[in-house]
């Protein structure tokens, strides 16, 4: 069963687009070259914030592209960079990627807010917007 990996950040400033811009298409390109990757979209929401929707055949899979190269390089930086950030994780019957409004749900009813060091409010209260698209 494909597993589905659904990441949101919110950058804390506009100051760190600029610095993410590059990370994100080199991850994004990694992610579509990765062993066991099914799928791979991305949003670009409101107020800083981005979404990522991934799809693999495995967890090993994922976890072996989410160390390593661009993507890896970038995790170190996100908990500087964001005052909100989460994931989540799940295995379906099939390998397509959900709908923003399905990624949304499951990220508020089985999702968790990963570390940052300048947390938000609602990052403290776990509470997701909703995508744009959604």
């Known amino acids: 069963m ?3 990996s659904v990441t949101r950040l919110k950058l804390r400033n506009i100051f760190y687009l ?3 811009i590059p990370f994100s298409l080199r991850s994004t390109w990694q992610a579509q070259r ?19 929707c991934t799809a693999w055949t495995d967890e090993a899979s994922m976890r072996q592209f989410m160390r390593a190269a661009a ?10 960079w964001c005052s909100e950030a989460s994931v989540v994780h799940w295995h379906q019957d099939q390998p397509e990627l959900p709908n923003w ?4 749900r ?8 990963s ?4 947390p938000s409010a609602a990052h403290q209260a776990f509470q997701v917007d909703p995508p744009r698209k959604a």
């Open 101 to 104: 409004q399905e990624a949304h």
């Open 18 to 20: 600029p610095r993410l």
């Open 2 to 4: 494909p597993l589905i």
């Open 115 to 118: 570390k940052v060091r300048y």
């Open 71 to 80: 993507h890896g390089q970038a995790m170190t930086k996100l908990a500087d």
């Open 106 to 113: 499951r990220m508020i009813n089985e999702g968790r807010p």
């Open 34 to 52: 990765a062993a066991g990757n099914l799928g791979v979209k991305l949003l670009q929401d409101r107020n800083l914030a981005f979404w990522t």
